[in-house]
C-alpha cells in the first residue's frame, strides 16, 4: 500500500453511520428458555458426550448469533449425544437496540466480553457482571463453546482461536472461514471464549472459537453465523451432519478455498477519542512495508512494525482511551 503523505480519518465523533440491514429478530417465543435463566436452553441427549454450547448477544447490536440460534430452536434441533446450550446472553441491552443507533445497544454498563474473571463476575457491580454470573455455570460446564460476534465494520469474516493449538485444529477441521486469527486476547479483560478452561494451554478437551460474522447491519454475517453453527456441532459430534443438512437445509455455506492464519503481534490502543487512521481502514489490508504510518494517536504517529503487515479488524467508532483499535498480524496459510 501507499507510503505516501497521510491524509486522516476522523476519530469516531465524525465516522458516518453504516447502513443496518439485518433486521432484529423476534425473539418472544425463546425468550425464557428452559433452564431457569433468561434466554438460556439446555437440550440433554441422555447419551455421553461434549457439553457443547453457542452463545449469541454477548453484544446487544450483534444480532447475526440471535437469528442463528433463533434458527436452531426453531428447527428443533436436538444433540445426539452429550448436551447442547444455546444462550442469547446480553438481553438488556438487545432490548435497546435501535438500527439508528445500533451501537448505543452494544452493552448496558460495560463490555459484557471482557468480563469473564470471576473477580469482576462477583463483584457484581454492573449489569453485565451481574449477567456474567448468571451465565456463568453454563459456559463453566461447557466443553466445546462458540461466541457469535459481528464487526464495526464491513469486513469478511474472522474466526477467533486464540493460541492454543488444539482450537487452531479446530478451525482447520471446519474448512471456514478464510481467514482465522490466532490471538491472546484484550488487556482490558478476558472473552468468555478464554474463561476458565478454555484459556488453559495445555489440551484438557476443550475447544473455544469466537466468530466475527461480518457487519453488524449486513444481512450476510447472519448466513455466516449459520454456517458456522453447522460446521461447528458437527465438529463437535453433538449432531450428525446429514441431521444438520435435513433440519438446516442451505445453511451451510461452500468451504473457503484456502485458510489463513493471522497471527497477532500486538494491538494499537488509544489514548484518547480523538484517534484517527491514515485511510479508511476497515480489515485484512495487508500494508508491505515496515514504518508505514497508518494512524495518529494524540499526536504519536502510528506506525506498522514489520513488512507484509495485517491490519486486525481496524475500527474508530469505539475509540476512546485503552479501547483496541486496530490488531497487527502476521500471514501465514494454515
Request: proline content about 6%.
Amino acid at each position: 500500500m501507499s507510503t505516501a503523505t497521510p491524509h486522516f480519518q476522523a476519530g469516531s465523533a465524525a465516522v458516518p453511520p453504516l447502513a443496518f440491514a439485518l433486521p432484529a429478530p423476534d425473539l418472544g417465543a425463546w425468550r425464557a428458555g428452559n433452564t431457569g435463566t433468561e434466554g438460556v436452553w439446555h437440550f440433554d441427549s441422555g447419551q455421553p458426550g461434549r457439553h457443547v454450547m453457542v452463545s449469541a448477544l454477548v453484544h446487544g447490536n450483534e444480532l447475526c448469533g440471535a437469528w442463528a440460534l433463533k434458527g436452531l430452536l426453531e428447527a428443533g434441533v436436538r444433540p445426539a449425544q452429550g448436551t447442547l446450550t444455546l444462550a442469547f446472553c446480553n438481553l438488556e441491552a438487545f432490548d435497546r437496540f435501535d438500527p439508528r443507533n445500533h451501537d448505543a445497544s452494544r452493552f448496558t454498563d460495560e463490555d459484557l466480553n471482557r468480563q469473564w474473571m470471576d473477580e469482576r463476575i462477583d463483584a457484581g457491580d454492573t449489569r453485565e457482571r451481574r449477567r456474567a454470573a448468571a451465565l456463568r455455570p453454563f459456559v463453566a460446564r461447557a466443553d466445546w463453546l462458540l461466541d457469535i460476534h459481528s464487526m464495526h465494520e464491513p469486513s469478511a469474516p474472522l474466526l477467533l482461536t486464540g493460541i492454543q493449538p488444539r482450537n487452531l485444529e479446530l478451525a482447520r477441521a471446519m474448512r471456514s472461514p478464510e481467514h482465522i486469527v490466532v490471538d491472546a486476547g484484550h488487556k482490558d479483560g478476558v472473552r468468555m471464549r478464554d474463561y476458565g478452561r478454555f484459556g488453559d494451554l495445555a489440551d484438557n478437551g476443550t475447544r473455544s472459537l469466537l466468530i466475527e460474522c461480518g457487519f453488524h447491519g449486513d444481512p450476510a454475517s447472519r448466513a455466516v453465523a449459520q454456517d458456522q453453527c453447522v460446521r461447528f456441532l458437527e465438529q463437535s459430534g453433538a449432531v450428525a451432519a446429514s441431521t444438520l443438512a435435513q433440519q438446516l437445509p442451505g445453511w451451510r455455506l461452500p468451504d473457503a478455498p484456502c485458510q489463513w492464519a493471522l497471527e497477532v503481534t500486538g494491538p494499537v490502543v488509544a489514548t484518547s477519542s480523538a484517534f484517527r487512521f491514515t485511510q479508511p481502514f476497515t480489515g485484512l489490508e495487508r500494508i508491505e512495508k515496515a514504518g508505514t504510518v497508518i494512524g495518529d494517536n494524540d499526536g504519536v504517529a502510528v506506525t506498522t512494525p514489520y513488512d507484509d503487515c495485517v491490519l486486525v479488524m481496524p475500527s474508530v467508532r469505539q475509540a476512546r482511551a485503552g479501547v483496541t483499535v486496530v490488531r497487527y498480524a502476521r500471514r501465514r496459510v494454515l
